[in-house]
């Protein structure tokens, strides 16, 4: 039960893991997200937040965020509406530091 109450805040496909626009808000969106996690699996004092995310089997920030802009990558590619093709074909779209930004964050 915490476990899909922790996903259903923080796995939006349209959330903070796909459009943070800074490094620095990002951060602090990583933060909260581990705070968050700390207190709805009462993780207390020392304990290492990656390991505990391990044993918890709960997705990073950083693999949720990735996980979503890849998964939006593939439904742009495989639309078939209309202006989502158009944008897609266009070369502005590649060239777009949105599209540079994703490539960079999924690889």
Same mark, same amino acid.
Not at 69 to 85: D, G, P, T, W, Y
């Given at each position: 039960?915490?476990?899909?109450?922790?996903?259903?805040? /923080?796995?939006?496909?349209?959330?903070?893991? +796909?459009?943070?626009?800074?490094?620095?808000?990002?951060?602090? #969106?990583?933060?909260?997200?581990?705070?968050?996690?700390?207190?709805?699996?009462?993780?207390?004092?020392?304990?290492?937040?990656?390991?505990? /995310? *391990?044993?918890? $089997? *709960?997705?990073? +920030?950083? #693999?949720?965020?990735?996980?979503?802009?890849?998964?939006?990558?593939? $439904?742009?590619?495989?639309?078939?509406?209309?202006?989502? %093709? #158009? *944008? $897609?074909?266009?070369? #502005?779209?590649?060239? %777009?530091?949105?599209?540079?930004?994703?490539?960079?964050?999924?690889?």
């Amino acid at each position: 039960m915490k476990l899909n109450n922790y996903y259903s805040k /923080f796995s939006s496909v349209y959330g903070i893991s +796909l459009w943070i626009p800074s490094t620095q808000l990002y951060k602090k #969106a990583k933060l909260t997200h581990n705070d968050c996690f700390k207190a709805i699996f009462k993780i207390r004092g020392q304990h290492s937040i990656s390991e505990e /995310f *391990v044993c918890n $089997r *709960v997705n990073t +920030l950083d #693999a949720v965020r990735k996980f979503s802009i890849h998964s939006l990558m593939c $439904r742009i590619h495989e639309s078939e509406n209309e202006f989502v %093709s #158009a *944008v $897609r074909h266009c070369q #502005a779209y590649y060239n %777009s530091n949105l599209y540079k930004t994703w490539l960079n964050l999924i690889h």
